[in-house]
């Protein structure tokens, strides 16, 4: 979404809130966020946020939100929920800003298009693990069983490495 901020920019007003739904596809089909491997997008970025002007110091302030569908790192249970991410920025007019861009947001003939930069956001920041609880014991790496539901005695059971068998038999004879 494109939004109009002249009325920010002639001194009009002082503060400009905004609240809309960046979808997952755009106007070609073409994913507007990419999701990392084994990650389910289920909703658009919801982003809400104010820019205010203090005495042409514009300052962004947002806060965005992503569902997402996934598995557990450690026992692949599916899991649901929403990212929930804040960040500020500073919004300059275009060509006003020499350097490192990276954290203004550039206004284009009185418009700002948030949608690359929220979505640059949120890929950067979305956690590359999840986890069903802190405490999930996994699956058993032997068994396969899922610790948190079943236990099992893999852990128990003391197998011995063929290569050094020949020495459990000296152990058993003495």
């Not at 599916?78 to 954290?103: Q, V």
């Not at 206004?107 to 999840?130: N, Q, Y």
């Not at 058993?140 to 068998?165: F, Y």
């Amino acid at each position: 979404m494109i939004l109009d901020v002249s009325a920010l920019l002639s001194g009009k007003v002082d503060v400009l809130e905004f609240d809309y739904i960046i979808p997952l596809l755009d106007e070609e089909g073409e994913a507007t966020i990419l999701p990392p491997p084994d990650v389910d997008f289920t909703s658009g970025i919801h982003i809400c946020g104010r820019i205010t002007d203090n005495a042409g110091y514009m300052a962004l302030k947002a806060s965005c939100e992503i569902g997402y569908r996934t598995a557990c790192a450690r026992c692949l249970t599916d899991l649901e929920g929403t990212f929930c991410y804040e960040f500020e920025k500073i919004a300059a007019k275009a060509g006003t800003i020499e350097g490192d861009e990276d954290n203004y947001v550039m206004i284009t003939e009185g418009r700002l298009d948030l949608d690359r930069d929220v979505a640059e956001e949120v890929s950067l920041e979305f956690p590359t693990r999840f986890l069903c609880s802190e405490e999930c014991l996994g699956l058993c790496p032997k068994c396969g069983k899922n610790r948190n539901l079943e236990p099992c005695d893999c852990a128990n059971q003391k197998e011995i490495d063929p290569r050094l068998a020949i020495l459990q038999k000296l152990l058993e004879n003495q």
